[in-house]
């Protein structure tokens, strides 16, 4: 397969603070590739990178074969960008911004107008477009936001977080939208913390947390690297003492690991179903006042679960 992007020991560094350490990966050409990591893992910094953005303290990303610390204003015309914030005027009209954001990118006259009106249709606003902007749901913005980075009809395209805060109808809009894009040959960088996300959407998942890529691969791939187990999530009473029955339970047979979170903990068992009745009886024996019980089948939140110890949580 050949790579539209290959990122190589990327470190980003603030003062003390290594937000980025050591990532490297590739995006393959037509393929959506997303970092699944939660708040502050290290995504939007790799993104600023890799967008020339931001330096790179060490290490280095080739897009299409240019550097992006070497040759970024040619990286720049293979690259469109969806920021995590709303990269818009409120006080200009959908039509105004995308006018705006397209005679950046060197657009003009009738392949400006063109192309503006083929991204109102694409986002479904041609009928709001000269409406401003500061008088759109979030989700509407959204919408907006991804299409100043199609403009320019870009190679890769970069989106940081582009769902969150945003209704569900909107998200649903987006997330058809992505892969739309992607089944007309567009390769996608695409960031969340949502897993559910990262499954509907992704060819291969790379898993970020504390600025480390900690496994990349197909969602498959991830789930054999940590072996076919499941996981039981157990809500508690807000009284109970979790540290202590996590203690307890960690030695018990059926469970393999023992995991805090916030209202219950979750365990790692290679059988829920066959361990789950003995499970049960020996929390409630550790002093669990079990609310609810949930198993969860091996998926991308029994592998975060693994590699990092932790849940996944909006």
Excluded: C
Excluded at 60 to 76: E, H, P, T, W, Y
Excluded at 297 to 310: A, I, K, Q, S, Y
């Amino acid at each position: 397969m050949i790579a539209i992007l290959k990122a190589n020991k990327l470190v980003r560094k603030f003062g003390d603070l290594i937000a980025v350490d050591d990532v490297s990966f590739e995006i393959h050409e037509g393929e959506i590739f997303s970092l699944l990591g939660p708040n502050g893992a290290g995504k939007t910094t790799t993104i600023s990178m890799l967008s020339t953005l931001l330096t790179p303290t060490s290490g280095d990303a080739l897009i299409n074969g240019f550097s992006i610390k070497n040759d970024n204003m040619q990286v720049r015309k293979y690259i469109g960008i969806v920021p995590q914030e709303i990269a818009l005027y409120d006080d200009l009209t959908a039509l105004e911004n995308l006018q705006y954001w397209g005679k950046l990118y060197d657009l003009k006259g009738q392949e400006l107008e063109l192309r503006v009106k083929e991204v109102l249709e694409q986002i479904g606003l041609s009928d709001r477009a000269k409406d401003r902007v500061k008088t759109y749901s979030g989700g509407m913005k959204r919408r907006v936001n991804i299409a100043a980075g199609l403009l320019h009809k870009p190679k890769l395209l970069f989106m940081d977080e582009p769902t969150v805060g945003i209704d569900p109808q909107s998200r649903r809009m987006i997330l058809d939208m992505v892969k739309e894009l992607n089944q007309q040959g567009m390769s996608i960088l695409y960031t969340t913390h949502y897993m559910e996300e990262a499954q509907e959407l992704s060819d291969r998942v790379g898993i970020i947390d504390h600025g480390k890529l900690i496994a990349v691969g197909t969602q498959e791939e991830l789930t054999r690297q940590v072996g076919e187990t499941d996981s039981i999530r157990i809500l508690t009473d807000a009284m109970d003492d979790l540290p202590t029955i996590a203690d307890k339970l960690q030695s018990f047979d059926g469970i393999t690991r023992v995991i805090l979170e916030e209202g219950g903990l979750n365990l790692i068992t290679v059988d829920a179903e066959s361990s789950l009745a003995p499970i049960i009886n020996q929390a409630s024996q550790a002093g669990a006042h079990i609310k609810s019980i949930e198993i969860i089948e091996p998926n991308l939140e029994t592998v975060f679960l693994h590699l990092t110890g932790r849940a996944l949580r909006d």
